[in-house]
């Protein structure tokens, strides 16, 4: 059962990144790109952090998740920790994305919209926005593979190296790189064997991911 864990919990923690990161990423860059005034500095404080947390090594969101979210919320290191941790950690990349997205429809579509008597929300919401899916889906999905890849944030709030359970929120979690790593440290030929294939389904996951973002921005991108 070990084996078949990380990918359960892989299940769960894309949940928890739909439910929480995605919608707070498309939110921000949806304020920040069409209602945000241009000429606050607050606004422009808000843009420069997001830009340097995109360069933010991964482990220095495993100690902000380990002071306030294990320790400071006392979550303790159960999945639900983890999860929200790579949330945080995702969110630089898909509110970049997004607003690339935003700003590449022409402000054209903007305009005919509010000349037709429409307000600036439903010119966002009905026009604009879906124009930008394409763009956000992308980014979003390359945000998501990133997440599954990682272990070192996981490792600050408390990730075992094996579980033999069903994994769930609010329980301890492992990860498949971290199986990884202890396998290959293991003398055993199955271990090593076991690294191998590891090794394999997870380069799979993640080119198939990042494949599949490079399809649907290809088939859904609009030209104007």
């Known amino acids: 059962f070990g084996i078949t864990a990380p990918f359960a919990i892989a299940k769960l923690v894309a949940v928890v990144l739909l439910a929480t990161a995605l919608p ?7 304020y920040l790109e069409e209602f945000a005034p241009r000429d606050s500095r607050i606004i ?13 090594p991964s482990i220095i969101f495993g100690i ?3 002071a306030f979210l294990v320790r400071g919320l006392d979550l303790g290191p159960v999945l639900l920790a983890g999860a929200l941790i790579l949330g945080l950690q995702m969110l630089p990349t898909v509110i970049i994305a997004a607003r690339e997205a935003l700003r590449a429809v022409p402000d054209t ?3 005919g919209g509010m000349a037709l008597g429409a307000t600036r929300w439903q ?24 997440a ?11 990730a075992a190296t094996f579980v033999s359970f069903n994994p769930g929120l609010l329980t301890q979690y492992t990860v498949l790189p971290i199986l990884i790593y202890q396998w290959i440290k293991l003398p055993q030929d199955a271990f090593q064997g076991l690294a191998a294939a590891a090794i394999i389904v997870l380069l799979v996951i993640l080119v198939a991911m990042n494949g599949f973002a490079i399809w649907m921005r290809n088939r859904y991108e609009r030209k104007w």
């Not at 707070?24 to 949806?30: D, E, F, R, S």
């Open 24 to 30: 707070i990423a498309i939110g921000t860059a949806v």
């Open 44 to 56: 422009r404080l808000i843009e420069l952090n997001i830009q340097n947390l995109a360069a933010v």
């Open 64 to 66: 902000l998740g380990l």
């Open 109 to 111: 579509v903007r305009q």
């Open 123 to 146: 010119v966002v919401w009905r026009e604009v926005l879906p124009a930008a899916i394409p763009g956000i889906a992308t980014g979003s999905i390359l945000g998501m593979s990133r």
């Open 148 to 158: 599954i890849g990682e272990t070192a944030p996981l490792l600050m709030v408390g």
